[in-house]
């Protein structure tokens, strides 16, 4: 029976000192230093009872513990020890005990610095950071968001952090976004491995004090799904505070209405693939529109701002259209109204505010008749439907749409509309014959549509060869037509410009230009909502002659005052020379108003202006 005890004191024992064991780095140097003072204490009693001689020539006890502590942790002491050979061999015994108890304790320290090194590489510490702006998600659109925040925050919250929460190696993430923006140094950059579709995940880039979210949509088939996930978490969240506000991308309509339930009421949702319809319907009866967005979008140049407009109250719209020096007025945000371009009699009320294009809001102070058209649509993928659908209601009655791709979109074709009429050819958009044949000459605008059922990069490369096609045949016409085409990669627009086509409409850069836009300012979905809605006022690029007499030198002011008569408010112009050349392609936004301008007939006045 005490035989039995004694075995499971042992394993008790063994089972406590197992525990203590796997409490770290902190255990294990506790252990060695109860270790070293045991050692130390040992010799200590040895050296006083063997060698009374020694032991009085050494100090004491007082001494003996200090020489045996000095030899537990300098070997090299030793050295210059005399004495009788019991005292010699017991220094010896304390300096060999330390060499293992030092070595170990290296050791230890080693092995838990690395351990530490290595979890702070895997991106899993805890955020303590007030103010800054988390992106949830990683795909390429990540590196123009947080290229666009730089950016925007240059010159106002100084170092202002952005923080990317993703399911990849932080490493990796840190040295991706160093190499490909270049900005990333005016902020600083955090980056977090973790799931934002786990709640514990997000609890490390510190939401509660955030100022805003953005949510992108990753790559893949499920992309919405994510998305969808992601705000049930942030909507579900006890949030300490006032949420921040949260920005987020939906790449599939269909999914919206599921989006908006999930994110709640305060969330601000894109539809990405209703505004890429709209973009391409529109651009394609105006090049360069996607130009003028981007502009728009991107803080580079001027951007829209909403400036209080106390100081104009009891004026009207009108009288406004000149009242900022370094300022373009398009419209007038009320309590609960937006309004785009208003008729130039609107009052300006107490409590108003201008929608004012701007290149900073520190620097804010005080047509021909309608025909029918004829439209070739190159090529199918999944907006396609929606974009003809869209189209009907831009176009005169009795305009005409042709389909051009491998296969009949028969249920496209045969639907009833109310303005266009749809027919189908059938096309091989890389092949030459195959264009050829489709009678190019009878168009007014032809509309070359990304193929989605192949790899992005693969499917640029082949709208690149339809567009050098295209622009050969459209030079032996006499150019009859606009081109108007779709591109996965902002990239590959840079390659594209050989082309020469009208206008490029880069689907992912749009999107997270106007995804950043409302992250930094959530009262603008109203202005963006509105210039891409039909029924209301539309950003429009008018003929210069319809404003100034070609050729002969003026001002931006007198371009303002021209549209105003219009009932019209002029933002800017484009130079038709220049229309190939990035980074703007022809395009100046918010221009001095009193530096001489002279605009020729192929130029361009940008307004926001009734359909």
Known sequence: M?????????????????????RGTPALIGWLGLASVGLIAVVTVLVVVLTNSDTEASGGWGGVAWMSLLRTLDPGTMGSDTGRPVFLGLMLTVTIGGIFIVSALIGVL?????????????????????????????????????????????????????????????????????????????????????????????????????????????????????????????????????????????????????ARLAAGDDALLVDADDIMVRLVVQSHRQAGLSAVCIDLLDFAGSEFYLAPAARLAGSSYGEALNAYSLGVPVGVHKPGQMLLNPSTDTPIETGDKLVVLAEDDLLIKIAD????????????????????????????????????????????????????????????????????????????????????????????????????????????LGDPFSIVTEMYDDNNRQVAQVTKADDFIVSSKLISLLLTQLAENRHLQAVFGDLFDPAGSEIYLKSAGDYLVPAMEANFATVIESARRQGHSAIGYRVHSRSDLAPGYGVVLNPPKLEPLTLGPDDNVIVVAPA
């Open 2 to 22: 005490a035989a039995v005890r004694r075995i499971r004191w042992r394993q008790r024992l063994r089972y406590w000192f197992d525990g203590t064991m796997d």
């Open 110 to 258: 080693t092995t838990g610095l690395d351990n530490r090194i290595s979890q702070l590489r895997k991106g899993k510490s805890q955020l303590i950071e007030t103010g800054h702006t988390i992106v949830l998600g990683w795909s390429d659109e990540v590196f123009t968001v947080i290229g666009e925040l730089a950016r925007a925050n240059q010159g106002h919250r100084r170092r202002a952090c952005v923080v990317v929460l993703a399911d990849q190696d932080k490493v990796d993430m840190e040295d991706r976004i160093r190499a490909r923006i270049a900005e990333a140094g005016s902020i600083r950059v955090i980056c977090r491995s973790g799931s934002p579709l786990k709640r514990a995940d997000l609890e490390l880039v510190s939401p509660d004090t955030a100022r805003a979210i953005l949510v992108l949509p990753p790559t893949g088939p499920e992309a919405d799904i994510d998305v969808i996930k992601t705000l049930l978490l942030l909507n579900n969240r006890q949030w300490d505070k006032t949420r921040p506000h949260v920005v987020a991308a939906v790449l599939d309509s269909d999914n919206l209405a599921a």
């Open 369 to 476: 008749s309608p025909a029918p058209d004829r439209t070739l649509l190159i090529g199918w993928n999944a907006r396609a439907t929606k974009i003809i659908d869209l189209l009907d209601r831009f176009v005169e009655p009795g305009s005409r749409l042709d389909i051009a791709a491998p296969v009949e979109p028969t249920a496209a074709v045969q639907a009833a509309r109310a303005n266009l009429t749809v027919g189908y050819k059938a096309c091989e958009p890389t092949t030459r014959a195959s264009l050829e044949a489709l009678g190019l000459g009878m168009y007014q605008h032809v509309v070359v549509l990304a193929d989605d059922r192949i790899d992005p990069d693969h499917a640029d490369d082949r709208t690149l060869v339809t567009l050098l096609h295209l622009r050969d045949i459209e030079v032996r």
